[in-house]
Nanobody, 126 residues
Framework: QVQLVESGGGLVQSGGSLRLSCAAS????????MGWFRQAPGKERHFVAT????????YYADSVQGRFFISRDNAKNTVSLQMFSLRPEDTAVYYC???????????????????WGQGTQVTVSS
């Protein structure tokens, strides 16, 4: 059974930082690209960041470029999202997602991902 379990969400003041983690099990983690998405209340889910299965390529949404950083640890089957300079508009449920195996490229559409976590709430107060 595939499981993606996010953690690290919470309430933070504007300008603060949070680090989200996603622990994966039940799938071949090291060969898959991974991503983070977010969904604000009443809005669609949007792409945030992705990392290649090798870990050497990352790609970010314009809205988080330079503030958020995605990384992975294939030995621990985890992917993280370090978030700095948080803004109220970053408030959302953040989802970890697992893509397909040994595929190269940049994947920022929800349909490019096969497995999803339950999400973790991030709230940024002004």
């Amino acid at each position: 059974q595939v499981q993606l379990v996010e953690s690290g969400g919470g309430l933070v003041q504007s300008g603060g930082s949070l680090r989200l983690s996603c622990a994966a099990s039940g799938l071949s983690f090291s060969g898959r690209y991974m991503g983070w998405f977010r969904q604000a209340p009443g809005k669609e889910r949007h792409f945030v960041a992705t990392v290649s299965w090798t870990g050497d390529r990352t790609y970010y949404a314009d809205s988080v470029q330079g503030r958020f950083f995605i990384s992975r640890d294939n030995a621990k089957n985890t992917v993280s999202l370090q978030m700095f300079s948080l803004r109220p508009e970053d408030t959302a449920v953040y989802y970890c997602a697992a893509g397909r195996t040994e595929v190269s490229g940049v994947f920022f559409r929800s349909g490019d991902y096969d497995y999803w976590g339950q999400g973790t709430q991030v709230t940024v107060s002004s």
